[in-house]
């Protein structure tokens, strides 16, 4: 009997401590993550509750003809040419267009800069802004990065 105890019973015994400790050492560990999710899930609602309307404008599905429209409230003539689409990035759809348009005063494309802020979606406008004079009209070109983020599916 003594035998058999030390055999298999006292074996089993430190067995069974070591398997205890890490399953203790496991559920500290699963509780600790718990409370950090709970902690990130809600700093990312504020966030996100903080940020709504930037959210949105990049939820907005662009479209060319939409801004052509919204453009064409500041310009004479709007010209995009698309450069390219950028889609290899995880969450975001970049289209990048040349603009060319025409306008009698400078005032115009000054307004237009100021209200792109107002456009539906994310727009950026990119460095140079060629500008040159053409008879009584501005001809002004510059290059422009429509951002939107990626549906589920993973189209635009």
Same mark, same amino acid.
């Given at each position: 009997?003594?035998?058999?105890?030390?055999?298999?019973?006292?074996?089993?015994? *430190?067995?069974?401590?070591? &398997? #205890?400790?890490?399953?203790?050492?496991?559920?500290?560990?699963?509780?600790? %993550?718990? !409370?950090? $999710?709970?902690?990130?899930?809600?700093?990312?609602?504020?966030?996100?509750?903080?940020?709504?309307?930037?959210?949105?404008?990049?939820?907005?599905?662009?479209?060319?003809?939409?801004?052509?429209?919204?453009?064409? *409230?500041?310009?004479?003539? &709007? #010209?995009?040419?698309?450069?390219?689409?950028?889609?290899?990035?995880?969450? %975001?759809? !970049?289209? $990048?267009?040349?603009?060319?348009?025409?306008?009698?005063?400078?005032?115009?494309?000054?307004?237009?800069?100021?209200?792109?802020?107002?456009?539906?979606?994310?727009?950026?406008?990119?460095?140079?802004?060629?500008?040159?004079?053409?008879?009584?009209?501005?001809?002004?070109?510059?290059?422009?990065?429509?951002?939107?983020?990626?549906?589920?599916?993973?189209?635009?």
């Amino acid at each position: 009997v003594l035998a058999f105890v030390f055999l298999f019973v006292i074996p089993g015994i *430190k067995g069974y401590q070591s &398997v #205890k400790a890490e399953y203790s050492f496991n559920t500290k560990q699963h509780k600790s %993550l718990q !409370i950090e $999710q709970k902690d990130l899930t809600a700093k990312l609602a504020l966030v996100k509750n903080d940020n709504r309307e930037i959210i949105d404008r990049f939820s907005h599905k662009f479209d060319v003809k939409e801004f052509e429209m919204f453009s064409k *409230k500041y310009f004479d003539d &709007v #010209k995009l040419t698309k450069i390219n689409s950028d889609t290899n990035s995880s969450a %975001l759809n !970049i289209y $990048q267009f040349s603009a060319d348009i025409r306008s009698k005063n400078p005032k115009q494309f000054y307004s237009f800069i100021k209200e792109i802020d107002k456009y539906k979606g994310v727009a950026k406008i990119n460095f140079p802004i060629k500008i040159n004079s053409q008879n009584e009209t501005l001809k002004i070109n510059f290059h422009l990065s429509i951002y939107s983020m990626m549906t589920k599916s993973g189209k635009k």
